[in-house]
Nanobody, 120 residues
């Protein structure tokens, strides 16, 4: 199983980025998916999750109204649209597959991470 995340970069506060994560080696449409992030010196934290059908999503309070998770099962891809970015969103972002949950321990498969840097 491989998860390949991309789309990170450096933006100014208020800007937008869209992260993508392409999965292979698994029956993508049967897996819940999540995005997590980890800032330097901090623990990995939940950002958003989406159920295997895409019918249910859940986001952390810190990103609600700004970030949107979605998936395209035909392309084996999960997305994270990030708008109104803030400096505190700066972190390495990881995609994960397994369950539809907020605890990183619920996820077996992880991507390599993509850096997002937001400057003020």
């Amino acid at each position: 199983v491989q998860l390949q995340a991309c789309g990170g970069g450096s933006v100014q506060a208020g800007g937008s980025l869209r992260l993508s994560c392409v999965a292979s080696g698994l029956t993508f449409s049967t897996y819940g998916l999540g995005w997590f992030r980890q800032a330097p010196g901090k623990e990995r934290e939940f950002v958003a999750a989406i159920s295997w059908t895409g019918g249910s999503t859940y986001s952390a309070d810190s990103v609600k109204g700004r970030f949107t998770i979605s998936r395209d099962n035909a392309k084996n891809t999960v997305y994270l649209q990030m708008n109104s970015l803030k400096p505190e969103d700066t972190a390495v972002y990881y995609c994960a597959a397994d369950r539809y949950g907020i605890n990183p321990r619920e996820y077996e498969y992880w991507g390599q991470g993509t850096q997002v840097t937001v400057s003020s």
